[in-house]
C-alpha cells in the first residue's frame, strides 16, 4: 500500500457509542494530522503530532481523543459525539512539522454520520 | 482574525481557462498551497507559492502577490475531470495551515 490510509470510509454510530477511526501512512513522515471537513466550510484542524508527541490541540471537545503509537500510525478514538460532530474525517502527513514546501498528503477520509 | 477567502462556485466551459482567486489576511505567511478535491476524496497536492510571481506546472498555473494578500490558480484547456472542488490553504508564522472554505468548479461541455 502506498501514500496514506484510513479505516473506515464509513461510520455510522448513535450518540452512546464509542468508535475508533485509524489511519495510516506509508511515507515516512514525521508529522500527522487530524481534520474535519463540514459541507461548505474550510478545513478544521483538529490534532498535529510531531514525532509521535501531540504539538496542537484547537480547542477541540474532549469526547475527541487522538492516540498516535508511533509516527506511521494515528488514532482517532470517538464517544459520545453529537449529530453535529457529522463530517468527513481526514487525516494527513507531511514529512516534517514545519519547513519549506512541506506539503500534506491526505488520506480518503472518514464519513461519520451521528445518529 | 486569520482569514481566507475564495469564490464558493464557479462555472467554466471545458476547453477554455477559468481563474480561480483567493485572498488571505493571516498572522505571518511562510508559503500558500493550492490542493484539489474531487467529490468524496481527498484533497491532493497542486501547488506551492513562497515568493512573488507565476508558478507553472503544465495546464496550472499558480500565482502568488505578498503585499496584496493575494493568489490566484489559473486552469487551461479546462477538462471535465477538473471539476472539483479547489481549497487555498496560507501557512502562518506558526506554520499552521489555514484553509479557505474551497471553490467548487463546474465544467460544462
Known amino acids: 500500500e502506498t501514500g496514506v490510509t484510513q479505516t473506515p470510509r464509513h461510520l455510522v454510530m448513535g450518540m452512546t457509542n464509542k468508535k475508533s477511526l485509524k489511519c495510516e501512512q506509508h511515507?515516512?513522515?514525521?508529522?500527522m494530522y487530524w481534520y474535519k471537513q463540514s459541507a461548505k466550510k474550510p478545513l478544521e484542524l483538529m490534532f498535529v503530532?510531531?514525532?509521535?508527541?501531540?504539538?496542537e490541540n484547537n480547542s477541540v471537545p474532549s469526547r475527541f481523543s487522538p492516540e498516535c503509537p508511533n509516527s506511521s500510525h494515528l488514532f482517532l478514538h470517538l464517544h459520545t459525539l453529537q449529530p453535529e460532530d457529522s463530517a468527513l474525517y481526514l487525516c494527513?502527513?507531511?514529512?516534517?512539522?514545519?519547513?519549506?514546501?512541506?506539503?500534506?498528503?491526505f488520506g480518503p477520509g472518514t464519513r461519520l454520520t451521528v445518529l | 482574525g486569520q482569514n481566507i477567502d475564495q469564490p464558493t462556485e464557479m462555472t467554466a466551459t471545458e476547453g477554455a481557462i477559468v481563474q480561480i482567486n483567493c485572498t488571505y489576511q493571516?498572522?505571518?505567511?511562510?508559503?500558500l498551497f493550492w490542493y484539489q478535491q474531487h467529490a468524496g476524496e481527498a484533497p491532493t497536492f497542486l501547488s506551492y507559492n513562497v515568493l512573488d510571481g507565476l508558478e507553472e506546472k503544465g495546464r496550472f498555473s499558480s500565482f502568488l502577490s505578498r503585499s496584496k494578500g493575494y493568489s490566484y490558480l489559473l486552469l487551461k484547456e479546462l477538462q471535465m475531470k477538473d471539476s472539483a472542488s479547489y481549497l487555498c490553504?496560507?501557512?502562518?508564522?506558526?506554520?499552521?495551515?489555514?484553509w479557505g472554505a474551497g471553490t467548487k468548479l463546474i465544467i460544462k461541455p
Open positions: 490553504a496560507v501557512r502562518d508564522s506558526n506554520y499552521q495551515l489555514i
Open positions: 493571516t498572522s505571518g505567511f511562510n508559503g
Open positions: 503530532y510531531s514525532l509521535e508527541e501531540r504539538v
Open positions: 494527513a502527513s507531511s514529512l516534517i512539522l514545519a519547513g519549506e514546501g512541506n506539503e500534506q498528503f
Open positions: 511515507l515516512g513522515h514525521n508529522a
